[in-house]
């Protein structure tokens, strides 16, 4: 978890616009990326103003 709370963070510094982060990856790609298996990447991932996001499969 602490791999994808790493990488979710750097891609935020990287592409937040107006408020949403924009992410054109994945849960499988971002698997791939990290060297993890798809099942250790959340679907739901909490957004900084306290909504839940779903990452796409």
């Known amino acids: 978890m602490e791999r994808v709370?790493?990488?979710l963070?750097?891609?935020t510094d990287r592409s937040?616009?107006?408020?949403v982060l924009q992410?054109?990856?994945s849960r499988r790609d971002i698997a791939i990326y990290l060297g993890l298996?798809?099942?250790r990447v959340?679907?739901?991932v909490p957004t900084p103003?306290?909504?839940r996001d779903r990452l796409p499969d």
């Not at 937040?16 to 408020?19: E, L, N, S, T, V």
């Open 5 to 7: 709370a790493a990488f």
């Open 9 to 11: 963070r750097d891609m």
């Open 16 to 19: 937040m616009k107006a408020g």
């Open 23 to 25: 992410l054109p990856m």
């Open 37 to 39: 298996t798809i099942e």
């Open 42 to 44: 959340p679907r739901d």
């Open 49 to 51: 103003w306290g909504r």
